[in-house]
């Protein structure tokens, strides 16, 4: 079974940053491609970010682009999230999962497991 576990979550300013990470479980870790959603209160989960299995592909959502920064350490099974700038309205909790299948994954239904999320809250 593969387990995730985010962290890295807190308050921060607007125009502040934060770094999560999200450890996981098993010796498979750099076949599978990693992704990080959020959802913010009253609002569905929505895609930021995904890496490939080796980091030479990432894709980002175009509210977080050029802000965020994906990437992954396949000897230490942990997948990053950069976030600078942040706004208020990355206010959310964030979530790291994992997808087995060739290829990165733009919605919640291509992810096989999923970590119990940090939350990230930025002030005005």
């Known amino acids: 079974q593969v387990q995730l576990v985010e962290s890295g979550g807190g308050l921060v300013q607007a125009g502040g940053s934060l770094r999560l990470s999200c450890a996981v479980s098993g010796r498979t870790f750099s076949s599978y491609r990693m992704g990080w959603f959020r959802q913010a209160p009253g609002k569905e989960r929505e895609f930021v970010a995904a890496?490939?299995?080796?980091?030479?592909?990432?894709y980002y959502a175009d509210s977080v682009k050029g802000r965020f920064t994906i990437s992954r350490d396949n000897a230490k099974n942990t997948v990053y999230l950069l976030m600078n700038s942040l706004k208020p309205e990355d206010t959310a909790v964030y979530y790291c999962a994992a997808r087995r299948l060739i290829g990165l994954g733009y919605s919640a239904g291509e992810y096989d497991y999923w970590g119990q999320g940090t939350e990230v809250t930025v002030s005005s």
């Open positions: 890496i490939g299995w080796s980091g030479g592909s990432t």
